[in-house]
């Protein structure tokens, strides 16, 4: 199983077992057990690697002084082997609740002190709600297995499983904030939203051998991780990031600290606190002696999606030298709080990224000041306008501000990307090209045409500061205008043609091929079919050429790269690699967004992806194997996993049945036309019965269809009359036929499948090879054909539209409206009624212009 399918059965699950029990709160639960069991998991293969085998690990106890210390001190704490969770898994029916409580109450004694700050009350949450589990020790213990039961597939024992742990914990994060309301924004920042502020910031780090990060309003944490995995592709090796983070609400914290603990991580790369940020500035002082230990820390990089708005109390706060420079925020409205803060710990050659509310761009008081005096001491580098109900909570519109201590250029760069998103359910959710347009634009600093602009100092003083996104930038939808001597005369105008220009440079003969024009201003359609035209034009025709050897040579590319190297490539930045070799494939190529090309190797980067973490861990012989599929059943009233056949590890079995065995996907597939063939003449035969027909036994109580069983005792009475019992005669005959059909198709379905098992399992190196670039090459570069193919479809529906448009003049209309007003006078003047009904057609005839 996946790590996709993984989280999702896990989810499925989870959000079942939890009943009653809010979904914010039942998280700290399931999270904190998964946290227990990787902790748990961690020290059996720190064990093993010190020659430990698994017949010695029930010695593990706390009387073993020295053997406590040595994990100690390599791992930051000791679980002894009875407060292990395989311990607890082992147990069976013997498990009882208050094993967990005193495991839990064990780890807190024997935490290695100099890792006190990391481990001390992590698990503070899930103790002291493990009593609304259940309202007696039997529906506690209940409760408890269950979640353990649930995630103890969840692989933890080795690097490859960072990746699988750390995706089913950001997976359960995401689905519990959708399900959290209001709650979800304090703990968690959408992986989209997080992902676009990491490559930013991380592209901006990429030439650091080490750094540090710091998140003042840490949540869950992830925002942290993924600003080090993006960072961590550009500084190369391991352990050369250091992270700092704060987090005020206590449960939260503890979300904090597991997640970085779980993503492998090392503890002393690990600086946390559970505090107020704006009251108690931080980081610079040790919680033990504050007096004596001021610090200021400067870090490389500071990121934060703090509470909007939030109320606070700036009481005092004129000479807090966080605040000084700038002004403080009003006791109304924190944003600007949050964002001095972060400001504050930033090195001189640092940035930082946050998340605000919209109004912090024109706000004025208090707010109006601090923004006027970032502007004018060169902090502001870039605003990104988000789309709306893009947070779990909050349907407000929300923006990404980018700031550095020093900045060669005085302008800021202002774009809107508040257009481009996909729907998912509730949420609005950037797509993969729309994070990497706007990481492009800014890593280059682009104007680009209703999307971004690099605005002057001086154009934000003409307007008073205010940095209201649609003052500098234009992305109103254009509505839809009608040309008045065209709509009276017809033709087509040619600013309406205009608007295509990208395709009449694309292809220069084309306009002219499809309209004609006397006068160079209006425009008639030249040809009686306008796609034929397209398709036949030669400009057309080359141009596919084109881009078809295009694809050519980044299909020979991908090849080269995916195939030749699988074993070795390094899975974090290969898509940039990919990316970047098909945005300079594309290049110059008219008409085609290479972003809208992007979405496509993303979305089937993912599966590449993953399988090439199965290959470099297990060898290319994974292409070879294959797993029991499983699936849910209800037995005796539960769910239970059992084996339904077989599923490829890698390869797909339909891939291998198109590819290898297509003959008899095609028998298979003749037998299911002619299944479909019998439905349709019983239908068909159903549809001939008389109405009387249809109340007799063998139709069923919808009247819809034949009830067969009843079909054979009909015909054996022969209680019809003959054309009934004709058509009976011949349904019998085809259930007959039917039944068989379907048992033949069975059977051949059965040994299709045990037929393609072995095929995947005896292939040969060539084959395996073949089917994987079919899996990934071949599909990716269908829908980069595809693409180009329904953009000039969609060009030929949009010039049919416009021809459409003033086909019909006004003046047609009329003569339309009135041909029809006489046609209706006419037949008025026929009917014929009561009293009353030749008055109402007559004042009818009135309002037609008639007598």
Known sequence: MNKQALAAKIWESANRMRSKIEAN???DYILGFIFYKFLSDNE???????????????????EDDETVKSVQQNIGYFISYDNLFSTWIQKGADFSAGDVTDALSAFDRLINPAHEKVFSGIFTTLQTGLSKLGETSDAKTKAIRGLIDLIKDIPMNGKQDYDVLGFIYEYLLSNFAANAGKKAGEFYTPHEVSLLMSEIVANHLQNRKQIEIYDPTSGSGSLLINIGRCAAKYIGGENRIKYYAQEYKENTYNLTRMNLVMRGILPDNIVTRNGDTLEDDWPYFEEHDRENTYERLYVDAVVSNPPYSQVWDPTDKESDPRFARFGVAPKSKADYAFLLHDLYHLKSDGIMAIVLPHGVLFRGGEEGTIRKN???????????????????????PTIIMILKQKRDNTDVLIIDASKGFAKEGKNNTLRACDIKKIVDVVVARQTVDRFSKVVSRDEIRDND????????????????SWDIYASMFGGIPEKELHEYQAYWQAFPT????????ENGVYYSQAVPDLQQAVFQNADVMAYQKHYRQQLDAYETFLTSELLGKMGTLPIAQEEDILSTALFQQLQGTPIIDQYSAYQYLHDDWNQIANDLEIIQTEGVGALKKVDPHYVLKKQRGKDVEIQDGWIGHILPFTLVQEAILPHAVQALQEKNNCLNEISSEIEALFDELDEDA??????????????FSEVDKTLKAKAVVPETLDILKQVKILNSEEKSLKRDIKDEEQQLHALTK??????SDDEAMQLIKQKWIDSLIQDLQQMQTELLHNFVKQME??????????????????????????????????????????ELKKLLGGE
């Open 44 to 62: 059996v293969r720190y064990l093993k690697d010190t020659d430990w085998t698994d017949e010695y690990l029930p010695e593990l106890t706390e």
């Open 510 to 517: 084309l306009k002219d091929a499809l309209f004609a024009t």
């Open 758 to 763: 072995e095929t995947i399992e005896s292939l």
């Open 694 to 707: 249809k109340e007799k036994n063998f139709v069923n109580q919808e009247k819809t269809a034949f009830v």
């Open 25 to 27: 709160e039942y998280k």
């Open 465 to 480: 500061y205010n940095l209201n996104i649609p003052r500098y930038v234009d992305t109103a939808e254009k509505a839809e």
């Open 801 to 842: 539209s416009l021809c459409q448009k003033y086909e019909i003049t006004f003046s047609a209309l009329e003569d339309q409206i009135r041909d029809t007003e006489n046609e209706l006078k006419g037949m008025l003047d026929d009917l014929t009624g009561n009293e009353f009904d030749m008055k109402g057609i007559a």
């Open 374 to 396: 970032l502007i004018e001491q060169n902090h502001i580098d870039t605003i990104i306008g988000l789309p709306a109900n893009i947070f779990f909570g909050t349907g407000i």
